[in-house]
């Protein structure tokens, strides 16, 4: 798991936003780009990234944190 302080001063290489943490995946909404943790280590390379249709858009969303103001 990601301590919230390394959350909180991490952001999306790409557009330099902020990310959720959902499950095991950090989440960048605004481009709908997944990026791993591995072994507690998040991957941010943006050619690491994993893009996200709609419908799985939709799942994460509905699995993020609704208190999370990101």
Do not use: K
Not at 21 to 29: E, F, I, S
Not at 45 to 62: C, P
């Amino acid at each position: 798991m990601i301590d919230q302080a390394l959350l909180d001063i991490l952001v999306c290489p790409a557009d330099r936003g902020p990310l959720l943490l959902v499950d095991q995946t950090l989440y960048n909404p605004r481009l709908r780009r997944a990026y791993r943790i591995e072994d507690g280590i998040p991957v941010l390379l943006i050619d690491e990234a994993t893009e996200v249709s709609d419908d799985e858009h939709a799942r994460i969303m509905a699995r993020a944190n609704p208190a999370d103001p990101r």
